[in-house]
């Protein structure tokens, strides 16, 4: 999801979640006031996941770490420059894809797969909605499918007004997009394509806003800070929250979030305190920003993942639906 823009925290985010901010603890890792003049973390990718990075870049850098930029290419653009080695770390709302692999490997870049949190993939509709409180995974594929005609409430659902229905989601260079298509409609990037598209999820909250009949999706922290102008929308009779992602009931839309670290860039001082620092205080930092984050041993093991140089990814190249957080964990790692 993409402003195609490279940002020096603190930014425009910030400001949403200032005062969530300021709960955030600094615990832990200690950073080095003595910073490597010149050095620079260089992210991208993932508007999804920018906003638990960005924060984690905030408090590095005002505990003496090293400047760290934080882009907003989408998960797709994200690997097109990570795999180029424009960028140190990649921030993914989704597993690296089989030509993400490819590419990465034409280029010599091996990569640490860091899952940093769970999100809960959200459906959101205008506060003047009163009839589509609940749907159900059948009735999105319905509206989303490829080919899809569906272009009025009323045919979605018996009962539902005779209100034109405008369709507000993710580019196709989101890992949001991605993780919808596959986990609604059975297949990654099989969608229909009559909706209002953008890389800015900030875009996607302005138009169902101010429109009656939208429906859209993003990623639950964007909900979070927009629940004053727009409602979501349960899926299968339950509701987006850390309770239900935490305790497997919100299927199929929670799903794991990453951090990709080129493991040469991993090497020099500065990513590695960057990335220390970030998965000690991830716990609280996830939860600043209204995702959902692991019990405190699961970092520990993505943190010894990272200590221990461990390449690779859990997913072959695919997209998968339904993982634990200890699946992550657990699965062979595979390059």
Same mark, same amino acid.
């Given at each position: 999801?993409? *402003?195609?823009?490279?940002?020096?925290?603190?930014?425009?985010?910030?400001?949403? =979640?200032?005062?969530?901010?300021?709960?955030?603890?600094?615990?832990?890792?200690?950073?080095?006031?003595?910073?490597?003049?010149?050095?620079?973390?260089?992210? /991208?990718?993932?508007?999804?996941?920018?906003?638990? +990075?960005?924060?984690?870049?905030?408090?590095?850098?005002?505990?003496?770490?090293?400047?760290?930029?934080? @882009?907003?290419?989408?998960?797709?653009?994200?690997?097109?420059? *990570?795999?180029?080695?424009?960028?140190?770390?990649?921030?993914?709302?989704?597993?690296?894809?089989?030509?993400?692999?490819?590419?990465?490997?034409?280029?010599?870049?091996?990569?640490?797969?860091?899952?940093?949190?769970?999100?809960?993939?959200?459906?959101?509709?205008?506060?003047?909605?009163?009839?589509?409180?609940?749907?159900?995974?059948?009735?999105?594929?319905?509206?989303?499918?490829?080919?899809?005609?569906?272009?009025?409430?009323?045919?979605?659902?018996?009962?539902?007004?005779?209100?034109?229905?405008?369709?507000?989601?993710?580019?196709?260079?989101?890992? &949001? *997009?991605?993780?919808?298509?596959?986990?609604?409609?059975?297949?990654?990037?099989?969608?229909?394509?009559? *909706? +209002?598209?953008?890389?800015? /999820?900030?875009?996607?909250?302005? @138009?169902?806003?101010?429109?009656?009949?939208?429906? @859209?999706?993003?990623?639950?922290?964007?909900?979070?800070?927009?629940?004053?102008?727009?409602?979501?929308?349960?899926?299968?009779?339950?509701?987006?929250?850390?309770?239900?992602?935490?305790?497997?009931?919100? &299927?199929?839309?929670?799903?794991?979030?990453?951090?990709?670290?080129?493991?040469?860039?991993?090497?020099?001082?500065?990513?590695?305190?960057?990335?220390?620092?970030?998965?000690?205080?991830?716990?609280?930092?996830?939860?600043?920003?209204?995702?959902?984050?692991?019990?405190?041993?699961?970092?520990?093991?993505?943190?010894?993942?990272?200590?221990?140089?461990?390449?690779?990814?859990? =997913?072959?190249?695919?997209?998968?639906?339904?993982?634990?957080?200890?699946?992550?964990? +657990?699965?062979?790692?595979?390059?």
């Amino acid at each position: 999801m993409v *402003f195609n823009k490279v940002k020096l925290v603190p930014s425009r985010f910030t400001v949403l =979640f200032s005062a969530a901010a300021a709960t955030v603890a600094v615990a832990g890792l200690s950073v080095s006031a003595v910073n490597s003049q010149g050095s620079v973390v260089r992210i /991208d990718g993932s508007s999804t996941v920018y906003p638990v +990075t960005e924060k984690a870049a905030e408090g590095f850098q005002k505990a003496g770490g090293a400047k760290v930029t934080v @882009g907003i290419s989408g998960t797709g653009g994200g690997f097109k420059k *990570f795999c180029n080695g424009e960028t140190d770390i990649s921030n993914a709302s989704r597993p690296i894809l089989r030509k993400e692999m490819d590419a990465c490997r034409a280029k010599g870049i091996s990569y640490i797969e860091l899952p940093i949190a769970y999100d809960a993939l959200t459906v959101v509709v205008n506060k003047g909605n009163t009839w589509a409180q609940n749907m159900t995974a059948a009735e999105l594929k319905k509206i989303w499918e490829p080919n899809s005609k569906i272009s009025n409430w009323r045919d979605v659902r018996s009962g539902f007004p005779n209100l034109p229905l405008k369709l507000y989601g993710p580019g196709a260079d989101s890992g &949001t *997009f991605d993780y919808f298509t596959e986990a609604i409609n059975g297949k990654s990037k099989a969608s229909r394509k009559d *909706f +209002t598209a953008s890389e800015d /999820d900030n875009v996607l909250v302005q @138009g169902v806003a101010r429109d009656k009949g939208a429906l @859209g999706y993003f990623g639950y922290a964007y909900y979070e800070a927009n629940k004053g102008r727009i409602s979501s929308v349960r899926v299968n009779n339950v509701a987006p929250s850390r309770q239900t992602v935490e305790s497997g009931a919100y &299927t199929p839309l929670s799903r794991p979030i990453f951090l990709y670290v080129n493991a040469n860039a991993a090497k020099r001082p500065e990513v590695k305190r960057f990335i220390e620092y970030y998965l000690k205080n991830a716990r609280n930092i996830v939860s600043s920003v209204k995702y959902v984050p692991f019990p405190q041993p699961a970092y520990n093991g993505i943190l010894a993942r990272f200590n221990g140089a461990k390449t690779g990814t859990i =997913f072959g190249g695919e997209e998968a639906v339904g993982l634990k957080i200890q699946d992550l964990l +657990t699965r062979e790692l595979k390059n």
